[in-house]
C-alpha cells in the first residue's frame, strides 16, 4: 500500500459531500479533528485525514492489493482514532456509516471486525447495540460520553428497561460513583426490575417509585450502594442481620472477628483472635469458651444452614 499526502486544494469536493452515499463515493465527518471520506479513483482510492494540517491521505493499492472501503476504514482507526480514543458518538457514527456502505459481502465479513477497533461489543451483540443506540435516553448517552459506564451495562439497561421511563432511575445514581460502581448499580437495577417482572408483577411504575423513594434517601455512595444490595438481595441481607444480630449478642474480647462468605454459600464460619502472647490468647479462648456455654441452649446459627431455616 502506497501513502501520499495531497493538498486539501485539490480535494476540496470531497470534503464537501457530507451525507452522499452512492457507489463509488462516502463521507462521514465523525472524528474529533478528523474527517473521514472514500472514493473510488480509477486504481486508487481516497481516505481523508482532514485535520489541523488540512492535508489529504491517498491510498494506493500495490500490485494485486485491493483496499475497499472496509480497508481504509481499519487503516484509519488504527492509525489515527485509537490513538485520540474515539468517544462513544464518534464510534456509533462510523459504524453507521459502514452499515450504509453498499457491498456484496455480509456484514459480518465488513463491519463485524471494525467493531473491536472501534472499543465497540462484538458481533451480533455489537449490530444489536448499535441499532439500540439511537433510541438511548440523553442521560444514559451522556454518562457513555463521560466514560461513567460500559456500553455493554448501558445496552442491558435499555434492552431490559426501555419500556419504563428509566431516566428516573439514572437521575438518582451519585455522580461520585467510580466506573465499576456505576457499572454494578446499573446491572443490580435491571436485575433486580427484571426479577419483579418474572415473578409476575404488573409493568406499572409502583415498584420502581417505591424503590426509587428507598433510593433517594441514601445519605451517600455507600448507604445507595448498600439499600441496592438489600432491594436485590432480600434474603441474603435478611440471614445477614439475623447472623450479625446472633455473633453481637455474644460478649466476644476484643481482637475477636466472626466472619462468613458474602453470600452464605458455604457452611463455614471464620473466627479470627488476634493476640500478642501466649497468656493473652489463653485470657481470649476462655472467654470464648465461657460465652459460648452460657447460650448453649439458643439456635445455633454459627450452623449456616440454621439461619437460612429461621427465614
Given at each position: 500500500m502506497k501513502i501520499h499526502i495531497v493538498p486539501l486544494e485539490k480535494n476540496s469536493k470531497l470534503l464537501n459531500c457530507p451525507g452522499n452515499i452512492e457507489n463509488n463515493e462516502i463521507f462521514s465527518p465523525v472524528l474529533n479533528e478528523l474527517s473521514?471520506?472514500?472514493?473510488?479513483?480509477?486504481?486508487?482510492?481516497?481516505?481523508?485525514?482532514?485535520?489541523?494540517?488540512?492535508?489529504?491521505?491517498?491510498?494506493?493499492?500495490?500490485?494485486?492489493?485491493?483496499?475497499?472501503?472496509?480497508?481504509?476504514?481499519?487503516?484509519?482507526?488504527?492509525?489515527?482514532?485509537?490513538?485520540?480514543?474515539?468517544?462513544?458518538?464518534?464510534?456509533?457514527?462510523?459504524?453507521?456509516?459502514?452499515?450504509?456502505?453498499?457491498?456484496?459481502?455480509?456484514?459480518?465479513?465488513?463491519v463485524y471486525p471494525l467493531f473491536p477497533l472501534l472499543g465497540w461489543l462484538p458481533s451480533k451483540k455489537g449490530e444489536d447495540a448499535y441499532r439500540a443506540f439511537p433510541n438511548f435516553s440523553e442521560k444514559l448517552?451522556?454518562?457513555l460520553q463521560n466514560k461513567k459506564i460500559g456500553l455493554n451495562e448501558a445496552f442491558l439497561f435499555h434492552l431490559h428497561l426501555s419500556e419504563y421511563p428509566y431516566n428516573e432511575i439514572l437521575q438518582i445514581i451519585p455522580e461520585n460513583l467510580s466506573f465499576s460502581e456505576t457499572n454494578y448499580c446499573l446491572k443490580t437495577i435491571t436485575e433486580i426490575i427484571q426479577g419483579k417482572i418474572a415473578d409476575c408483577i404488573k409493568k406499572d411504575m409502583i415498584f420502581i417509585d417505591?424503590?426509587?423513594?428507598?433510593?433517594?434517601?441514601?445519605?451517600?455512595?455507600?448507604d445507595f450502594i448498600a439499600k441496592?444490595?438489600?432491594?436485590?438481595?432480600?434474603?441474603?441481607?435478611?440471614?445477614?442481620?439475623?447472623?450479625a444480630d446472633y455473633v453481637s449478642a455474644f460478649e466476644f474480647p476484643s481482637g475477636v472477628s466472626v466472619t462468613t462468605d458474602d453470600f452464605f454459600e458455604k457452611n463455614t464460619v471464620?473466627?479470627?483472635?488476634?493476640?500478642?502472647?501466649?497468656?493473652?490468647?489463653?485470657?481470649?479462648?476462655?472467654q470464648i469458651l465461657t460465652q459460648l456455654k452460657a447460650k448453649k441452649d439458643s439456635p445455633d446459627y454459627f450452623c449456616i444452614e440454621n439461619v437460612w431455616e429461621e427465614k
Amino acid at each position: 500500500m502506497k501513502i501520499h499526502i495531497v493538498p486539501l486544494e485539490k480535494n476540496s469536493k470531497l470534503l464537501n459531500c457530507p451525507g452522499n452515499i452512492e457507489n463509488n463515493e462516502i463521507f462521514s465527518p465523525v472524528l474529533n479533528e478528523l474527517s473521514f471520506g472514500y472514493r473510488e479513483n480509477g486504481q486508487q482510492i481516497l481516505l481523508l485525514a482532514h485535520c489541523r494540517s488540512c492535508s489529504v491521505m491517498e491510498l494506493q493499492p500495490d500490485e494485486n492489493e485491493t483496499i475497499d472501503i472496509f480497508t481504509a476504514a481499519a487503516f484509519l482507526i488504527s492509525h489515527f482514532m485509537n490513538k485520540n480514543k474515539a468517544d462513544i458518538r464518534t464510534s456509533f457514527l462510523m459504524i453507521d456509516t459502514l452499515f450504509n456502505v453498499k457491498s456484496d459481502l455480509p456484514v459480518q465479513q465488513t463491519v463485524y471486525p471494525l467493531f473491536p477497533l472501534l472499543g465497540w461489543l462484538p458481533s451480533k451483540k455489537g449490530e444489536d447495540a448499535y441499532r439500540a443506540f439511537p433510541n438511548f435516553s440523553e442521560k444514559l448517552c451522556t454518562m457513555l460520553q463521560n466514560k461513567k459506564i460500559g456500553l455493554n451495562e448501558a445496552f442491558l439497561f435499555h434492552l431490559h428497561l426501555s419500556e419504563y421511563p428509566y431516566n428516573e432511575i439514572l437521575q438518582i445514581i451519585p455522580e461520585n460513583l467510580s466506573f465499576s460502581e456505576t457499572n454494578y448499580c446499573l446491572k443490580t437495577i435491571t436485575e433486580i426490575i427484571q426479577g419483579k417482572i418474572a415473578d409476575c408483577i404488573k409493568k406499572d411504575m409502583i415498584f420502581i417509585d417505591e424503590m426509587l423513594k428507598k433510593l433517594t434517601s441514601s445519605k451517600n455512595k455507600s448507604d445507595f450502594i448498600a439499600k441496592l444490595k438489600q432491594l436485590r438481595y432480600p434474603k441474603i441481607m435478611q440471614a445477614k442481620k439475623c447472623f450479625a444480630d446472633y455473633v453481637s449478642a455474644f460478649e466476644f474480647p476484643s481482637g475477636v472477628s466472626v466472619t462468613t462468605d458474602d453470600f452464605f454459600e458455604k457452611n463455614t464460619v471464620n473466627m479470627e483472635i488476634s493476640f500478642n502472647s501466649r497468656e493473652n490468647l489463653e485470657k481470649k479462648v476462655t472467654q470464648i469458651l465461657t460465652q459460648l456455654k452460657a447460650k448453649k441452649d439458643s439456635p445455633d446459627y454459627f450452623c449456616i444452614e440454621n439461619v437460612w431455616e429461621e427465614k
